[in-house]
């Protein structure tokens, strides 16, 4: 028999919801044994080192490979 959820996918969106309207982007999520939902804000500082791609490194990275491949 299962038990109850500790936490409803709505709360999850209000959570991110409220992140992404702050300006931020997302790091990681985390949602404890209990219920808690830990929204993770990347680190400004971390923007331009690798760790994450943005949409604007995407879009370069693929007119790259366009490039490259006679497509596009």
């Not at 999850?12 to 804000?41: C, H, S």
Request: net charge positive; charged share 35%.
């Amino acid at each position: 028999m299962r038990r109850p959820s500790k936490f409803r996918r709505t709360d999850l969106t209000r959570a991110t919801k409220a992140v992404l309207a702050a300006g931020l982007d997302i790091d990681a999520v985390e949602i404890t044994m209990d219920g808690a939902i830990r929204v993770k804000p990347r680190n400004r500082s971390d923007a331009g080192n690798g760790t994450a791609a943005s949409p604007y490194d995407l879009d370069r990275e693929l007119a790259d490979f366009e490039a490259r491949h006679g497509e596009g």
